[in-house]
């Protein structure tokens, strides 16, 4: 039996070349015609006059808790909240309980998203200080994440000679939390008993950020060995990674462009964060290199917990905060607001994580390609709320902001996921693979 054939008519789609008002035509799910003939036969027409078709955003950095902490997220809630902000491909970070540390944990961690993902997912291996063999035989991963700071037990790597081991003696690309422990742990001893949470941001400093950047780039450096900084914080690290080598790459997170230290006084905990958010030149700072190319991706690091755990005093208070559902809106929003145009969106969100992770097929609106699709409204208003995040947590630091822009309809794989407002729960997303 054949497969449907779905036209989607009448957008302005945001190809390679530039935005063309074309329609495009998807079979299955796959993308088989762009600008097709009138007289390709077609099963169903998607009317989407006066939006824009977008490829299907791939988060890189994101931790669904899953498993170990569901009670914050799983992977069936937070690849739900994927669909509906447009995310039909994440990456997801190492550190759960267990931790995927081990081969067997990767391939747990796989089986149970086939089960569970409404999108397509992705597992990163963790490094520990004495794993380098399972770095080096892992293959079904889009890279290696390593914690220089910020992480507890044995995924804590900052040992110089382990660091030199793992970049010089493994293939997989490498990405990092750039956080120096000295440094932090020099802060938190100077600032101890401090229940401030603007203190967050003293602590955990610039020196913290640019020194363990700077480390990681020099590693790289040397070994020639891909690697990818994390959410960058500060202007000290886009002013050092102007001058890297073509093989780093970096990225930046909405909180870290959009928020400050100044939105501690009204969000307090909610905004706590690691690396933690800097001052308002900061933000410029990001914004400028995300512009200049110095910055290509924009990722969320979706890391959620309850509103309770967030409302303890600080410091029992822990780091992170939901955002997949919201990240895209957030960016067609900064579009509006003329800080961006829609292909520099597409850019940092679509294709150049595709490129940097090697990820087959995705990122693009090209025949061939994955039918991983978004359609946008440019110009509807909504306001974030609370009740109507799908996140596990159901809470949003944006609760209660007006956004202009927003995803109307997200396929994954050729399959409507969201639309106007409703998930198929039936979707089913596939594991990603890696061109290498």
């Excluded at 990092?176 to 603007?198: F, K, M, P, S, W």
């Excluded at 790289?220 to 780093?248: C, I, M, N, Y």
């Excluded at 208070?317 to 997949?324: K, Q, R």
Aim: glycine share 6%; net charge negative.
């Amino acid at each position: 039996m054949a497969a449907k054939r779905t036209l989607i008519a009448g957008a302005h789609c945001v190809l390679p070349s530039g935005i063309q008002a074309v329609n495009v035509l998807i079979e299955g799910d796959r993308i088989v015609g762009i600008d097709p003939p009138s007289t390709a036969r077609v099963d169903e027409q998607v009317d989407a006059s006066g939006l824009h078709l977008l490829p299907g955003c791939i988060d890189d950095q994101v931790h669904f808790r899953d498993p170990g902490l569901e009670h914050k997220e799983d992977l069936r809630t937070g690849s739900m909240a994927c669909a509906k902000g447009g995310i039909t491909t994440f990456l997801e970070m190492p550190n759960t309980k267990p931790t995927t540390t081990t081969l067997e944990a990767l391939d747990n961690k796989l089986q149970s998203a086939s089960e569970k993902c409404v999108v397509n997912y992705g597992f990163y291996i963790g490094a520990t200080v004495d794993n380098l063999n399972v770095l080096k035989a892992a293959t079904r991963t889009p890279g290696i994440k390593i914690f220089i700071g910020s992480s507890t037990g044995n995924m804590l790597v900052d040992e110089q000679e382990v660091l030199e081991q793992i970049f010089a003696e493994t293939t997989l690309p490498i990405c990092a939390h750039c956080e120096d422990e000295t440094t932090v742990r020099a802060n938190q001893q100077r600032l101890a008993g401090t229940t401030d949470i603007t203190d967050h941001s003293r602590i955990r400093d610039h020196a913290a950020a640019i020194i363990a950047t700077k480390r990681s780039v020099d590693l790289a450096t040397r070994t020639k060995h891909p690697f990818h900084v994390l959410h960058v914080s500060t202007a000290e690290e886009v002013e050092f990674l102007r001058q890297r080598p073509a093989w780093v790459t970096a990225e930046a997170c909405p909180h870290h462009l959009l928020f400050n230290v100044e939105d501690y006084a009204r969000l307090g905990s909610q905004v706590q964060m690691n690396p933690s958010i800097k001052t308002a030149a900061d933000n410029e700072a990001l914004w400028q290199g995300l512009r200049d190319g110095v910055i290509e991706v924009i990722a969320t690091d979706h890391a959620p917990h309850t509103l309770e755990e967030k409302s303890q005093p600080y410091p029992k208070s822990p780091s992170g905060l939901p955002a997949v559902e919201n990240s895209l809106a957030l960016m067609l929003d900064a579009v509006n607001a003329g800080r961006c145009t829609l292909e520099q969106v597409v850019q940092w969100m679509c294709a150049a994580p595709a490129r940097i992770w090697h990820i087959e097929r995705k990122g693009q609106l090209v025949e061939g390609y994955d039918a991983d699709l978004v359609l946008v409204d440019l110009k509807r208003q909504h306001t974030v709320r609370n009740e109507d995040q799908l996140t596990k947590s159901r809470w949003s630091p944006w609760h209660g902001c007006t956004l202009t822009g927003l995803p109307v309809t997200t396929w994954v794989l050729g399959q409507i996921a969201w639309k106007d407002g409703q998930l198929n729960a039936d979707v089913r997303g596939r594991e990603a693979t890696y061109a290498r």
